[in-house]
């Protein structure tokens, strides 16, 4: 009888002991609370609490995401724009996210959420397009100072998407395109005054060396090559003159 006694607190001793022993992960760390209160905060490894009186919360300290939801912003000049993000952050004392905030994850994400409204509603479009990362690490910044309290450091912030209305979607392309067009034309006018350019110095050089009444004629022999051509030729005011110079020595 009395051997069965002792197995039975064997037995009992052992699964108390067993209960005892708590193995933290390196990427966590253990918050006790003894009889409800704070008592210490548990390192990686192994270690004991008391059963019936301590209780151990795990926490992850490893970087951790959490998405934005998609919302409804207005912008400084009235533009509804559809914003989500997403959120890094890590837990670096464990006690004060057990503590201080009910679900921390939680209120980080709503945090951030209100911020960004906050953020994105005091800009206009075109910065929001143009300042995205900016307006990023305003609003991780802002968030950061009010979580540290909680004993949680905001790595990050990150806009994914911006989603314009579709009448916005087709204005802009618009723009776009009548700006692609405007370039288009600069380039076409900036050719074509190059061009204009190089044939006034090439027609300088030819009437100035006398070689334009010989290209003339060079044409006229070429185009005239075939006898069912008939070919009109406005000649240039100095091959009229060097005609009527000839006509005028024969008569002599």
Do not use: H
């Not at 699964?15 to 609370?33: A, H, P, T």
């Amino acid at each position: 009888m009395m051997f069965e006694v002792f197995i039975i607190l064997l037995v009992i001793s052992v699964v108390f002991f067993l209960g005892c022993i708590k193995i933290i992960d390196q990427y966590e760390r253990g918050v006790v609370l003894t009889l409800g209160s704070y008592s210490g905060t548990l390192s990686p490894g192994l270690n004991l609490i008391i059963p019936l009186i301590q209780r151990l919360i795990r926490v992850d300290i490893r970087i951790t995401t959490t998405d934005i939801p998609q919302q409804e912003v207005i912008t400084k000049d009235n533009v509804p724009v559809g914003i989500n993000a997403v959120v890094y952050f890590q837990v670096e004392r464990a006690e004060d996210a057990i503590l201080k905030i009910q679900d921390y994850t939680y209120a980080i994400a709503q945090y951030a959420q209100a911020t960004l409204r906050d953020v994105i509603g005091g800009v206009e479009l075109d910065t929001l397009l143009t300042e995205r990362q900016k307006l990023a690490e305003e609003t991780k910044k802002t968030v950061d100072e009010a979580t540290n309290a909680w004993g949680v450091n905001v790595t990050a912030i990150k806009i994914q998407d911006i989603e314009l209305p579709a009448d916005m979607k087709r204005a802009m392309a618009k723009q776009a395109e009548a700006e692609r067009e405007r370039r288009a034309v600069i380039i076409r006018a900036q050719g074509e005054f190059t061009a204009s350019e190089n044939l006034k110095k090439a027609m300088e050089n030819l009437a100035a060396s006398g070689a334009i009444s010989l290209r003339t004629l060079q044409t006229i022999e070429a185009t005239t090559a075939n006898p069912a051509n008939t070919v009109v030729f406005a000649l240039p005011t100095e091959v009229l003159a060097g005609l009527k110079k000839i006509a005028s020595n024969i008569q002599k």
